[in-house]
């Protein structure tokens, strides 16, 4: 997912953004993540950690997940 909530905030993901957050459907602590682009960039999500958000529709489906 792109977005999660720091401190009680919706925060895109971003290099300079934290490292660990909330997700903002469930509450579940997610981290953030990097992912090589085919052009060299970076691209910026934040992931479910293991054991967190079983239930959440963004965990296995972030893009088509209702909002």
Request: glycine share 10%.
């Amino acid at each position: 997912m792109r977005e999660a909530m720091v401190k009680g905030q919706l925060v895109q993901a971003s290099p300079d953004s934290s490292e660990k957050a909330q997700c903002p459907i469930c509450g579940g602590t997610v981290t953030k993540r990097k992912r090589r682009r085919m052009d060299g960039s970076f691209s910026w999500f934040y992931r479910h950690s293991r054991g967190q958000g079983e239930g959440c529709p963004r965990r296995y489906n972030p893009i088509s997940a209702e909002r």
